[in-house]
């Protein structure tokens, strides 16, 4: 049984920090994972890293097939490199599970080829399009520290930043 965990709000300085490999697959790992799972479908998002949840491993969680007709497609990505980006891009209006309510259009590889270690211990590697590029690239920044809004320019950044800031405080959570 899988239980939802709160998600960090920006800014946090975990959501700042470079996250730690993760060595080999645990109970611990897989227990994360559920939960991440859960927490990002009840939230609801297409992604969710660890450091979202204010664990600071290589783990992330998507699925980014939004049609509710669609079957779930949830994938659990350890240790996420990629591999292989296309030359071409894609603009795609991003958002973020820890910076609620706030959008911004960030132009990323349309393409990208992604291996990691799934929770069955073996490497798996996999090319991504469209959403789920925009996705895994996304989840994989907040591995390494970076925000979405990272990419734009430093006044739009400092605005969603004063906008959270004045959001945690009318939540009581600053």
């Known amino acids: 049984m899988s239980s939802l965990r709160p998600i ?6 975990r959501l700042k920090k470079v996250c730690e490999p993760v060595a080999r697959i ?3 790992i ?3 994972a559920a939960d991440m799972l859960a927490t990002m479908y009840d939230a609801p998002g297409v992604g969710l890293a660890a450091p979202q949840v204010g664990v ?5 969680v998507m ?3 939004r049609d509710p007709e669609a079957e779930r497609r949830p994938l659990v990505l350890v240790n996420p490199e990629v591999t292989w980006e296309s ?3 894609n603009t795609y209006e991003e958002g973020c599970l820890s910076i609620p309510e706030q959008y911004a259009d960030v132009t990323r590889p349309k393409q990208v080829r992604l291996q990691w270690m799934g929770l069955d211990g073996k490497t798996h590697e996999e090319e991504f ?5 925009t996705c895994a690239q996304h989840e994989l920044d907040h591995l390494n520290g970076v925000l979405f ?3 734009l320019s430093a006044i739009k950044r400092q605005m969603i930043t004063r906008r959270m800031v004045k959001l945690k405080r009318e939540k009581g959570r600053a």
Not at 8 to 13: F, G, N
């Open 56 to 60: 600071l491993s290589r783990v992330f």
């Open 63 to 65: 699925d980014a097939n």
């Open 129 to 133: 399009d469209g959403l789920w590029a």
């Open 30 to 32: 897989e227990t994360l």
């Open 87 to 89: 030359e071409e891009l």
């Open 149 to 151: 809004i990272d990419h």
């Open 8 to 13: 960090l709000i920006h800014p946090d300085p």
């Open 26 to 28: 645990t109970p611990e």
